[in-house]
């Protein structure tokens, strides 16, 4: 059930003055799996409407953010990737993310123990730190299967050719 009728139900009394772009980041966000950057999601709505600037996005893009709206990825580079958040518990997930080729794997494997071992641990930190937790994101960095297996015949030649030199 993805849509704007959803997420319109949550905007309700959050943000005084909801605007076209605003509704058009959201719109197409919560209608896509795929993790955008700032210009592919520009690109895409500039066409519908070339009253969209990039500067209107990013600051669109913040705002939806700080409200909880979507999930910002920090990916290797420093780069951002966006995501619909979903309220629907079934949707939880996080990300592998490949540093060399910025492949993002969703993946919601484990998540009971993860999420019984997160509630142990936001439930000591909220006491250490008198801090109120309200989400929590993981994101695993490093190679995935198509770029490990590319790096591999090179390292495996030099490793050989150093074993027939000595
Ligand atoms: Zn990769
Ligand atoms: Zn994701
Ligand atoms: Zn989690």
Not at 51 to 76: A, C, E, P, Q, W
Not at 152 to 164: A, R
């Amino acid at each position: 059930m993805t849509g704007p009728h959803r997420w319109r139900n949550r905007l309700q009394g959050r943000v005084c003055r909801w605007t076209a772009p605003r509704e058009a980041v959201l719109d197409l966000l919560s209608r896509t799996s795929e993790h955008l950057s700032a210009k592919e999601i520009y690109a895409a709505l500039h066409r519908k409407d070339p009253s969209i600037g990039l500067t209107t996005v990013y600051r669109t893009l913040d705002l939806i953010n700080s409200l909880g709206f979507i999930h910002k990825i920090i990916m290797s580079k420093g780069q951002a990737r966006y995501e619909f958040r979903s309220d629907k518990p079934d949707d939880h997930h996080h990300h592998l993310i490949c540093t060399r080729c910025d492949r993002i794997i969703d993946y919601s494997e484990f998540e009971k123990e993860e999420l019984d071992l997160i509630k142990r641990t936001e439930a000591r930190l909220s006491r250490k730190y008198k801090f109120q937790i309200v989400d929590h994101s993981i994101e695993f960095y490093g190679l995935c299967d198509e770029c490990r297996q590319k790096a591999e015949p090179s390292d495996q030649t030099k490793k050989k050719g150093g074993v027939k030199n000595a």
